[in-house]
């Protein structure tokens, strides 16, 4: 750790926020926000290979249709760029309302769009224009939602009142799989004409909702407090990079835990219902509902718990179970048997992994202070989450029978999940302890004379 020589000093405490209505409004907003953005992941597991791709060739198809759900990754670190100066420069509720609506407009245009039968090549370049769109969107929404609960909380509650942005993530991915259920049912004909496009259309509610949630949501009493100091930085970016490069860097590794979510919610899915395996595709969406519950019941749990004895204990179950976890999942799906299929998945997404999924809003927060928090959150989970993203092609890749630096079928893709979420675990380890560090003091080094920004 450096300290920089003209580092400002920690202020006075902020006054007191609204702590319950924040993590309201995060919680609802993103639940409506990634019921969007998962509904897009079940249609690219088991319907764009045949809508928006030559069908001709499935394994292709497949391919290309997976990669298409991780255009949006790549997105998301140019969005977080964007999004995270916005928020950091001018406040975190602008940022909240504008990523909602994106993400509604986006998803109820992709279920407009004309199929490759209709316009051919044109297609899915325009489903990848709409998936960069939705990226853009996701960019924002976490890291707004998480600056603006953690600013808002109480400084010994702020593991819980923040975990309410990725309970509500949680809950969206529970409505996006509900919806889907029906659909995947439907006749093929059906499915692959109107069916798969009406849970993209209801995003149009989805829209309106949260810009009626969010419109009127207080600031942050921390920046507030900045904006009344004067003290609001024109170049949030530069001050970010220039003294808390590494702090990012730490989030960018700890966020590829995130490939867990992408293999179980995404890959594991088109696996277990892919013509080698078999599987019932609505049994499959079933499982995803359950382990998703049970991450609504976890999730504050763990949070809850690391505001008594830590972030980084609490997140070290979840780094270390998950990717164990994820050999079981996927032994299960390959043994074809339901009844362990349910409790893996459940076990694996809904318990171990919400162990790191609750945490990290709170964790990675408290990395920057509050000139930068929203830029440096963004930049760094997107970044990390991109690469995450880009995990699932690389699934179907290694899983291919020509296989990947040796690595080959479901074991290949455990191994390959298991590699990631090593890294993730040597950041965090490697992390300051940061759950008892006043808000005011957050990504702050003290000393008996200097107050600065913690660099590495």
């Known amino acids: 750790m450096t300290d920089h020589p003209l580092a400002p000093s ?42 928006f791709f030559d069908a001709s060739d499935p394994a292709t198809a497949t391919l290309q249709s997976l990669a298409t759900f991780g255009v949006a990754y790549a997105a998301r670190p140019v969005g977080a760029i964007i999004l995270g100066h916005v928020g950091d420069r001018f406040g975190r509720k602008k940022i909240m309302v504008f990523t909602l ?18 316009i051919g090549g044109l297609a899915p370049v325009l489903l990848v224009l709409m998936r960069v769109l939705q990226g853009l969107s996701a ?26 942005t990725l309970n509500g993530t949680q809950f969206g991915q529970i409505l996006a799989t509900f919806v889907f259920i029906p659909v995947a049912a439907l006749p093929e004909e059906q499915l692959l004409t109107w069916g798969w496009r009406v849970p993209f259309w209801l995003s149009v509610a989805v829209a309106v909702a949260g810009y009626i949630i969010r419109r009127n949501l207080d600031e942050t009493p921390a920046f507030e407090q900045e904006v009344a100091a004067g003290t609001v930085p024109k170049m949030p970016l530069a001050i970010l990079f220039r003294d808390h490069w590494a702090s990012v860097l730490r989030v ?7 490939t867990v979510s992408t293999i179980f919610t995404v890959w594991a899915l088109n696996y277990a219902t892919s013509d080698d395996v078999g599987l019932d595709k609505a049994t499959m969406l079933w499982v995803s509902i359950c382990a998703n519950i049970a991450g609504l019941v976890a999730i504050p749990l763990w949070a809850n718990l690391s505001d008594r004895i830590g972030r980084k204990p ?32 459940i076990l694996t997404f809904g318990v171990v992994y919400s162990a790191a999924n609750g945490i990290w809003p709170s964790f990675y927060g408290e990395m920057f202070t509050t000139k930068v928090r929203l830029s440096g959150m963004a930049i760094g989970t997107q970044i990390g989450f991109a690469i995450a993203g880009f ?66």
């Open 391 to 456: 995990a699932v092609a690389s699934a179907a890749g290694i899983a291919s029978p020509e296989g990947w630096l040796g690595l080959q079928g479901w074991v290949g893709v455990a191994i390959f999940t298991a590699i990631l979420c090593g890294i993730n675990v040597i950041a965090v380890a490697t992390a300051r302890e940061t759950y008892k560090v006043p808000t005011e003091e957050l990504g702050l080094k003290k000393d008996s004379t200097t107050a600065s920004p913690v660099t590495a």
């Open 101 to 118: 609506v994106l993400m509604g407009v986006s998803t109820f245009l992709i279920g407009c769009l004309p199929t490759r039968d209709q």
């Open 252 to 258: 960018i590794c700890a966020a590829l835990i995130a």
């Open 139 to 164: 960019a924002g929404e976490q890291a707004s939602a998480n600056s603006m609960t953690l600013e808002h909380a109480p400084p010994n509650r702020r593991g819980y009142y923040t975990s309410f």
């Open 314 to 345: 609490v997140f070290l179950i979840g780094s270390i179970g998950s990717p164990i976890m994820i050999f079981c999942y996927l032994a299960a799906i390959n043994s074809h048997s339901y009844p362990l299929i349910f409790a893996t998945g």
């Open 10 to 51: 920690a202020g006075p405490p902020a006054p007191q926020g609204k702590p319950r209505k924040a993590a309201l409004a995060a919680w609802i907003g993103s639940a409506l926000e990634y019921y969007d953005f998962f509904i897009y992941g079940s249609a690219a597991a088991l319907i764009f290979s045949k809508v």
